[in-house]
Structure formats: structure tokens, C-alpha cells
């Protein structure tokens, strides 16, 4: 029989998440953890639907006077106003000047590839850097564009447990003028470490010298710190400086609507003269992938924020998810010091947001693997909110072994 068509179709690093999470399923040994979810847990290691999101779906729902006709091909107008103020600030100059503006798109990955077809076809940029590591779907986003030229960035320094400025700096001066920069806003995946400000200002003194064009990836406003403007801070200022610049936002993880695909791409120029040519451009992009975007999680957020008490009830909950994460870093942390674990693990609470990259080695994470039950990408890469009360003495005692019994490159 002639072999499959399909036989020497390639698999994607996204499947190792898949089959952790399979594993855990199957896996019937007690105790057991899964530290690979890419999405938020509470306590009890149950998703969680935002409160206020659960009302305002209530009011949606009892509100007959919404009805399913199509939004226009850039979004809901409410929805994209309020997402890219909440972005760039009330105040943004970028906004008091009409030189800013937003369309919705299918979520953070909706505003990249968006954003990417714009860049290669209408500016005729093919040349683009992510950060070593970065998000996998960043390659994949501008290499199925059609971006020939994609190269890396320095960014974890694996010995020190910390950013590689340095090299990061050093890597993006070899970029050619015009060459964009992905740069995540805030809780950089899968790291968690994000720059200081003085080093944001040191990266946007090369990015301007060196004239290329960051575009940003804010997938955790709000979620990362419980202070919105706090993780907007980097893009905020990059936009008081005068960059030009995209932002492509998600709400999948600060509202917690990961279904509903809940995205906005928010273009700022120098200038508002070529706002209708831009805007007209990338509605016929978005006419040619997808049409126009879904209205459910729009109008959710929409709702959310532009009404002053659902807005405050939404600050309450990033600020207790956040809370929750920053405490299981700060447990975690201090019971692998009070065990006497080798090595250094104060960057687990200097990173930020929902992931951590703890420093483990493959063999440390397949001790983890087989022996504890313990499932983690083989990056050491955990989410900190499959950690909780309840299971995290248990996997304090698993690292602390695991790293005893491989004690290389600690």
C-alpha cells in the first residue's frame, strides 16, 4: 500500500504542551501535578470565570435590543477605542492627536499575523527578530506570512537566571534599518523576566539609533502586575518618545475569555495624515483572512470598560489572580531555600506573570517527569498556577530532590 500523503508531515513544539497534558490525564498515580497549562488556575486548580465577566455576560444575553448581525471588518468601535486607550493611557499624546488608533482582530495571534501581512506587504519589511526564547507562534505567525529573514535575540541568560541585555543589545545592533523587533510589553513568555525600566530605556536608545520598528506583544495587561498601567509602561513610553509602532493585544488571559478570541491590533504613527490610507489597507487585509471578527468577547470587554463599576470590578480581579501568582512565587522560593536546595532561586520571584523558567535541566524535569508525576515542558518552563496550597510542598520536596540527584549546571 502507497504510504500516507500525511507521513512526513512535522510536528510543532506547541505539541509537547498537548502531550503533558494527555499524560496527566492518563497518568492515575496520586499524588500527581500539571505545571504545563498555558492558562490561569485557581487555588483549587479550577479555570476560573471572571466575575464581573459572568455578569456582564448575563446583562449581554437579557439584552434584546443586541442582535447577530455582522460587525464591521475592523470591529466593534467601543471595543477598539476602549482597548487601545486602556493600551496607550487616556492621556497618550499619540491619542489627544488622532495619530493612534485600533482594529479588533482573533485575539493576540490574529493581531500578529495582521500585523505581519501589513509589514511585508504594504511597508515591504522581511526581515524580523524575536527574543531566545519567545512564544513559539512568533516564528510561525511571520514565517507562514511569508517573512524570509527571522533571527533571534539573546534574552535568557541561562547561568545568571536573568535578562541577557547585553547580548540582547549586541544582537539587535547587527539589525538591518527597518527590521522589526517583537517585544513583549510585560511577564515575557516563557521567561517571566522582564527588563527594568532604565534597560527599556537603553533598548529603545538602540532601537531609535538603529531605526527599526518595534512591535509589541501584549498578551498580560493587567494580569501580570494587578496595575494595568504599570505593564503598559514600556509601550507608554516608546509612544512619548515617538516611535512608530504596533501593539497587538489579547484579552484570552486578563479577562480570562480564551475561547472568544478577544484581540486588538493598535497602530500608532508619527502622523495622523496617513491614518484612513493604513486603516483602509489593513480592512482589506482582514477582509482576505478572515472577514470580520467575532462580536461575543468584544462586546464583553467593550462593556467592561467603558462602565465605571464593571471596569473597577475587573481591576479587583486581575489584582487577586495576580496576587495569587506573585504568592505561589514567593512559597515556592522560600521552601526550596528553607530545604537547602542547591543553587539560586531568588529569580523565581523577580520574574513576573504567569510563567517561569525555574533553570531546570532536561534531566532534572524527567526525574520530575518519572518519578513525581510532576509534568513540565523539558525547558524547566512551569506555570505558576498549577501551583497551589495543596500541591506545592509536594513539588518544592520533587525540585529539591530532582536537583540533588542532577545536580548539573546548578
Not at 369 to 387: A, P, Q, S, V, W
Request: charged share 20%; proline share 4%.
Amino acid at each position: 500500500m502507497a504510504s500516507s500523503i500525511y507521513a512526513d508531515v512535522q510536528q510543532g513544539p506547541a505539541i509537547e504542551v498537548f502531550a503533558l497534558t494527555q499524560a496527566f490525564r492518563d497518568d492515575v498515580s496520586t499524588p500527581k501535578v500539571n505545571l504545563s497549562v498555558g492558562a490561569y488556575r485557581t487555588n483549587e486548580g479550577q479555570p476560573w470565570v471572571l466575575p464581573v465577566v459572568r455578569k456582564t455576560e448575563v446583562s449581554i444575553a437579557t439584552d434584546e435590543t443586541i442582535n447577530h448581525e455582522y460587525l464591521p471588518v475592523t470591529g466593534l468601535d467601543t471595543f477598539t477605542r476602549a482597548a487601545t486607550e486602556l493600551v496607550l493611557g487616556a492621556d497618550s499624546i499619540a491619542l489627544k492627536e488622532k495619530r493612534a488608533f485600533g482594529v479588533q482582530t482573533i485575539s493576540g495571534t490574529g493581531a500578529l499575523r495582521v500585523a505581519a501581512e501589513f509589514l511585508l506587504r504594504q511597508l515591504k519589511r522581511n526581515t524580523v527578530y524575536y527574543s531566545n526564547p519567545t512564544w513559539e507562534n512568533h516564528h510561525k505567525i511571520f514565517a507562514d506570512t511569508g517573512f524570509t529573514s527571522l533571527s533571534s535575540y539573546r534574552y535568557w541568560d541561562q547561568n545568571k537566571r536573568q535578562l541577557d541585555l547585553e547580548g540582547m543589545l549586541a544582537d539587535l545592533d547587527k539589525a538591518p534599518a527597518g527590521a522589526v523587533i517583537i517585544l513583549h510589553a510585560c511577564a515575557h513568555n516563557p521567561t517571566g523576566m522582564d527588563p527594568t525600566q532604565d534597560q527599556w530605556k537603553k533598548i529603545a536608545d538602540l532601537i531609535e539609533r538603529k531605526k527599526l520598528f518595534p512591535l509589541f506583544d501584549s498578551a498580560y495587561q493587567g494580569f501580570a502586575s494587578g496595575d494595568p498601567d504599570l505593564d503598559a509602561w514600556a509601550i507608554r513610553y516608546f509612544v512619548d518618545r515617538g516611535f512608530e509602532l504596533f501593539v497587538c493585544q489579547s484579552f484570552a488571559k486578563n479577562f480570562g475569555l480564551y475561547c472568544e478570541r478577544v484581540g486588538n491590533l493598535t497602530i500608532v504613527q508619527r502622523s495622523g495624515a496617513t491614518r484612513d490610507q493604513i486603516h483602509s489597507q489593513i480592512t482589506l487585509l482582514i477582509r482576505g483572512l478572515y472577514s470580520n471578527p467575532p462580536a461575543y468577547g468584544a462586546r464583553i470587554v467593550s462593556k467592561v470598560l467603558n462602565t465605571p463599576a464593571l471596569r473597577q470590578e475587573w481591576m479587583d480581579c486581575i489584582k487577586a489572580m495576580s496576587s495569587r501568582i506573585r504568592e505561589m512565587r514567593k512559597l515556592l522560593r522560600d521552601k526550596l531555600v528553607e530545604l537547602g536546595t542547591p543553587g539560586n532561586w531568588d529569580h523565581i520571584v523577580n520574574q513576573i506573570g504567569m510563567f517561569s523558567y525555574t533553570g531546570l535541566n532536561e534531566k532534572q524535569v524527567a526525574v520530575l517527569i518519572k518519578e513525581y508525576h510532576i509534568y513540565l515542558l523539558k525547558t524547566g518552563r512551569i506555570n505558576m498556577c498549577g501551583l497551589n496550597t495543596g500541591n506545592i510542598e509536594y513539588v518544592a520536596k520533587a525540585i529539591h530532590a530532582a536537583v540533588t540527584l542532577t545536580p548539573a549546571n546548578l
